[in-house]
């Protein structure tokens, strides 16, 4: 199992959001959050006007997934969260030991189906 951890645009939510429910993600956690790439204290834009800021917002999307899942996951939020410019965001990915759901004390892939 992986999780997908995507810092991505505000902008871009509401169509990757819809993406990833289509191909049937079981799951995802959303967090409003503040960040910078590598063009810390360069301009980028926000809302159409120029900012010279160290940080700006973003959305942080995670999804634990099978392995099976994992590439038209990620080629999912590639296509949905891509603009073309800088601070299109990034995607963490990592290895997940266990997922256990609460109610039933499932484990591993049962959790997540
Ligand atoms: N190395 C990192 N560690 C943690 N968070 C990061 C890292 N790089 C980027 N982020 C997060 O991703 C967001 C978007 O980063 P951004 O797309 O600007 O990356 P970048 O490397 O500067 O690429 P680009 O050149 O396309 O702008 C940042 O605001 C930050 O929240
Ligand atoms: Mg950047």
């Keep these: 199992m992986k ?5 991505i645009r505000p902008s871009q939510l509401e169509d990757l959001k819809e993406a990833l429910l289509k191909i049937q993600v079981n799951g995802i956690t959303i967090t409003q959050v503040m960040g910078c790439g590598k063009q810390l204290g360069w301009k980028e834009y926000y809302r159409g006007s120029e900012v010279i800021l160290n940080v700006l ?5 995670e999804i634990v997934i099978d392995d099976s899942d994992y590439e038209k996951t990620i080629d999912t939020i590639i296509e949905f969260a891509r603009t073309g410019e800088v601070g299109d965001g990034k995607i963490f990915v990592s290895t997940i030991d266990e997922v256990i759901r609460i109610r039933t004390g499932e484990k591993g892939t049962d959790a997540l189906k």
């Design 57 to 61: 917002p973003k959305v942080k999307i």
């Design 3 to 7: 999780k997908i951890e995507a810092i």
